[in-house]
């Protein structure tokens, strides 16, 4: 059995089919007619664009527009001046078009390998892909066609680029296992977008496999087993046929109130990363968007966005979600996501260094950019702005000073924004979350960040492996500092939620019921799963086991209180 990542949830099994990505042999030539070599390269480009334009299309229609937009970046990627500039400059220089490809692709993927983010990480992946591709059609070799493998393949990869994943014919592929990748890369991105069960982050395991060998995937838990034997295929065979119903079960919430037993409505949204990830939250019956992340807005860019980018971004947000409420978080740089271009110095303690809203209010000429962009956006749907590491009075003072300013503004020269709009914050530190009663004087709402709350309570770093045993929301720590934000919110009259993972726990839900969460924020796909656990408790049961869980004295005695009393 081999542990890796579990990428995309669901069960599989199957035979082996294993993707090279091996390197076409080429001999590195020196070129006298290089206006001729670069035509060469300028047809290769061309049939690289036109091919990806078709898988994009293909991808879009299957899967949707957002997945598309990979492919499209690639086509982008390609084609950055910056890139083409180099890649000739070379060429001229008497160097042949693969070699001049190949130099260009490894510089600017050791470049996105140094960043700390896995975001711009991943874009190393992508010049990998496009790298790959470019010298295929460059020397003639024919591309892998993943579209071809039969019914009933488990693709095991190295990594499985998006351009291999274009190609998949869902039906026929009933899990993936590649060696690197992490849930947030484009590779499970795509698997769940496809509903393909995928592990990621396997050591080596292309060397294990060959073609034809038997494989069970666990997507829910990261888990592969190679050569399984007669029981554990029928084991997987009995988990695919379990889950598949538990999915279809969930349906049934489609188009529902989301209710606890005893009728209380409460609020369930879907985090995106970007605009179009409303589209999926929208089609998952989401009922708004409870955490905008626009970090991925910036860290997609080459320089910061402008108004007009930023407010385009926001509009088409909430647009999509047509007057439901869309809660925008600005800019959340800083400690695991960095910005190459805003030229942040590395620190020692980035978790605990600038920052966020520290950033934010230190940089106010490029904030004042991102605020008037959510007022601008505000006239077109129901936007509220929510201020993330918010750790003192003053920050949400400052961000509603600066808001008001904007507001003024935007009255003298007639630009329409919503008047009403609404200014929250993030309780994700645990100064936040001991002056809960003072920031709710101040703030228009709350939404608890239990990602950071959890690493920052229990001093932990949320992606250090040696101390993730620290990392849970089942310590008493974190429950209580969990209950008294949400009873200070309450107290406050002021609406409260959660956009952590914890908001998505079947676990930790009955809690959250008994504190008196307005608002549940959670992934696209969790968001029927989720319902589905809101829906199986009354207050009164919550309360009791609430109470329970409150009196134990460790995570793990809480933990198993809890397991035991799942529904
Ligand atoms: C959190 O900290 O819980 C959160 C939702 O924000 P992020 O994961 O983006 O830090
Ligand atoms: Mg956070």
Redesign the pocket.
Known sequence: MYRGIGGSAGYGVGKAVVISDVKPEYVVRTITDTDAEIKRYEDAVAVFTEKTRRMADAMKERVGEHNAEILEGHILLLNDPGMEEIIKGTISGGTCAESALESACDMFSSMFMMADDELTKQRATDVADIKLRMLKILTGVPDTNVADVPAGTILVARDLTPSMTAGIIKENVEGIITEVGGKTSHSAILARALEIPAVLSIDGIVDKVTDGMNIAVDGNNGICIIDPTVEEIAEYVGKKREWLVQKETLKVFMGKETVTADGKAVSLYG?IGKPEDAEQVKSCDGEGIG?F?T?FLFMGASQLPSEDQQFEAYRKAAEIMEGKEVII?TL?VG?D?DIPYLGLAKEDNPFLGFRAVRYCLANEASYRVQLRALLRASAYGHIKIMV?LVTCVDEIRAVKAMVEVIKKEFDAAGIPYDKDIQVGV?I?TPAAALIADLLAKEADFF?????????YTMAVDRGNAKVAYLYSAYNPAVLRSMKYIIESANKAGIMVGM????AADPLLIPLLISFGLNEFSVSATSVLATRAVINKWTKEEADLLAEKALSLATEKEVMELLKSSVR
């Not at 939404?447 to 690493?455: C, F, K, M, R």
């Not at 956009?499 to 914890?502: S, T, Y």
């Open positions: 985090n955490l992340r970090e978080r959340d400690g996501k993330p993030m994700e939404s608890i960040g239990t990602n950071d709350l959890t690493q956009c952590g993972e914890a």
